[in-house]
């Protein structure tokens, strides 16, 4: 077999899941903040959600778990959510990268993902009938273990005075979220139902992820060296709030054994930080087999929640993103992930916040270093959130404007002229498909496609380009942005 | 135009960011009292 | 006066107008208080800006930004100033 790897690891597999939570969409920060205000916006939330099935059916959720390509997902006629383009197709649950998950599933997952004694999660021994055989009888995540249900009156007062928070499907209740009360954690703000959910919510569907990558991979849990996760939650009590142990969360609940991990952070960039991190370790060697994972963003449920209710439009920001990648040492077959010295664009601290040095570094220096034009790399993939989400709240297309940025940078370069530029968009472009969840559509959506297309000959390169507002943390007033490429294997190329 | 007025900057992360219009404001002469870079994502 | 590097004509418009004329919903802080405030867009001062200034700092958006998309959002600006 010939290997032109340079010793470079693969992206051997990855997983790539949505879970629907229309309501947990009340407990989105925007969401949650605007009924704080005015307790009458939680029933105008309530009559704009989507059924699971209008969930399963959208056709960038069906993009995202790899049932339509990106161009399949582009020539369909928009309004995507429209009954119309809802019927177009079928409405497989699950596709070739991963599962869309039912609100009732996840909250099974949930209770599983409580390690504490108290339980921070407690399901209603009525939903017992609806729920139990969700999980049990799942081909990927009935190895779960830890449900099991109490009666609803038990913990009804701890709803009503405040200290939990109800769990509902629709109007029946299915549960709470308390907060730590436990002597230690009562007088801790870092402990309260609120955000003990987000972190549970970031773990649950993180394991989901984790699991449904081991299952397509056909690996034993055992078998995984080391678990980085890349999520923006921030767990943690008083004295450590935001300092991590979300990855080795994660692998316990899967049954890694043998496995270790740590949470890397670098907002909207996370995924491709720690895809680096995980890659740079197995290139030298450290561990053999390396999970990337990333779990969904509670807080981000809803963010445009109030223009989808305005316009009466379902709210579309209903599901929590979940990932995970396998990186590995060059097998022959899977993508090559370059990682020679050079290659891994980065906005430096000297590019301070100019766009143009910014993408030199980021696209064109990564692309001097393999000898390469932009014009030879056949897919470039930005932030991918999906512009109908985007484009009602007044936000823009953020792909677009990627796309320009991207084509503009090619001008720059000389390799185009600025006539140009729409053509090569249409060539190297796609249209965005998944939900507003932060670092879950930075980029590495595009994996599961360009892993598939790269094997099957299709495609030969694909530059990912992640951007993160670290400006957000109120201590920088830079950003950060982190790219990386995949190139087919020459073992699948021949 | 600029000179000696009061600028509030309102900058977007994927359009023209806070800091590069303040840049642009000061350079003009203008004194940047408020400046904020939302971020829509 | 504001500056903007917002690029969405609809939120420059409804925050050039509130500035201007207080917020259009009658909700928030600026909720029937008209400050008077004029609006620009950053597009719109180039003139204004020293030339190298503007080449290390805008250039590079300006290219990216369409020009129908710049004309677009000068219009608004212009037209909520009541120029």
Not at chain 1, 82 to 107: C, K, N, V, W
Not at chain 1, 191 to 215: R, Y
Request: hydrophobic share 40%; glycine share 10%; aromatic share 6%.
């Amino acid at each position: 077999m010939i290997n032109t790897g340079n010793g470079n690891p693969v992206i051997r597999n990855c997983s790539q899941c949505l879970v629907h939570v229309p309501d947990l969409v009340r407990y989105g920060s925007k969401p949650r903040r605007e009924i704080q205000k005015d307790t009458s916006v939680l029933a105008q939330v309530a009559a704009s959600l989507r059924a699971f099935e209008e969930a399963e059916r959208y056709p960038p959720n069906q993009t995202f778990i790899g049932n339509l390509t990106p161009d399949a997902l582009s020539a369909l006629p928009r309004p995507w959510y429209r009954p119309e383009a809802l019927e177009q197709h079928g409405r497989p649950t699950t596709g070739p990268f991963g599962e869309i998950i039912s609100q009732d599933l996840f909250y099974a997952v949930l209770k599983c993902a409580n390690v504490l004694t108290p339980a921070l999660i407690e399901l209603a021994a009525e939903g017992r009938e609806r729920i139990e055989p969700l999980l049990n009888n799942h081909p990927v995540l009935s190895p779960f273990d830890g449900l099991d249900f109490t009666a609803a009156g038990s913990f009804q007062e701890e709803i009503d005075n405040g200290s939990a928070l109800p769990l509902y499907s629709g109007d029946a209740l299915r549960g709470c979220v308390r907060r730590d009360n436990r002597a230690e954690g009562r007088e801790d703000d870092n402990l309260d139902a609120h955000t003990l959910l987000e972190a549970l919510c970031t773990k649950a569907s993180g394991a989901i992820a984790l699991q449904w990558l081991l299952h397509r991979e056909g690996l034993g849990a055992e078998e995984i060296d080391y678990v980085i996760t890349c999520g923006e939650e921030a767990a943690g009590d008083r004295y450590q709030r935001g300092a991590g142990g979300m990855a080795k969360s994660i692998a316990e609940m899967c049954g890694c054994t043998n496995a270790s991990g740590m949470d890397v952070k670098n907002f909207c960039a996370g995924p491709a930080s720690a895809l680096v991190t995980a890659g740079a370790l197995v290139k030298a060697g450290v561990y053999e087999r390396v999970a990337v994972v990333a779990g969904g963003s509670l807080a981000k449920l809803g963010m445009k929640f109030q223009a989808f209710v305005e316009l009466g439009i379902p709210i579309l920001d209903d599901c929590l993103g979940a990932m995970a990648f396998l990186v590995t040492a060059d097998d022959g077959v899977s993508p090559i992930f370059h990682l020679e010295p050079g290659t891994i664009g980065l906005a430096k601290v000297g590019s301070s916040t100019s766009d143009e040095a910014v993408y030199r570094e980021l696209i064109l220096k990564p692309l001097q270093k393999l000898g390469l034009n932009m014009t030879d790399v056949d897919k470039y993939a930005p932030e991918l959130h999906n512009p109908e989400i985007m484009e009602h709240a007044g936000s823009g297309d953020v792909v677009h404007k990627n796309y320009r940025m991207i084509a503009a940078m090619a001008v720059m370069a000389k390799e185009i002229g600025k006539p140009d530029m729409p053509a090569f968009m249409d060539r190297i472009g796609m249209p965005g498909f998944a939900p507003t969840q932060g670092h879950i559509p930075s980029a590495v959506p595009f994996i599961g496609h360009a892993l598939q297309a790269m094997q099957q000959g299709e495609m030969r390169r694909a530059m990912f380009l992640c951007k993160a507002s670290l400006f957000l943390n109120r201590l920088t007033e830079l950003y950060d942005g982190v790219s990386f490429m995949l190139e087919a294997n020459a073992g699948a190329r021949t | 135009m600029l000179k000696g007025k009061k600028v509030a900057v309102f900058g977007e992360r994927d359009d023209v960011s806070g800091p590069a219009v303040r840049k642009c404001v000061e350079a003009a002469g203008g004194e940047v009292i408020y400046e904020t870079t939302s971020c829509f994502v | 006066m504001i500056v903007f590097g917002l690029n969405e004509p609809f939120n420059l418009r409804i925050m050039a107008t509130t500035f201007k004329d207080g917020d259009p919903s009658f909700a928030g802080a600026l909720g029937g208080i008209a400050l008077g405030l004029k609006s620009y867009h950053i597009f719109e001062l180039k003139d204004e800006i020293p030339a190298d200034v503007w080449e290390s700092e805008m250039a590079f958006k300006e290219l990216q930004t369409e020009d129908e998309l710049i004309e677009k959002i000068c219009a608004t600006m212009r037209e909520i100033r009541g120029d």
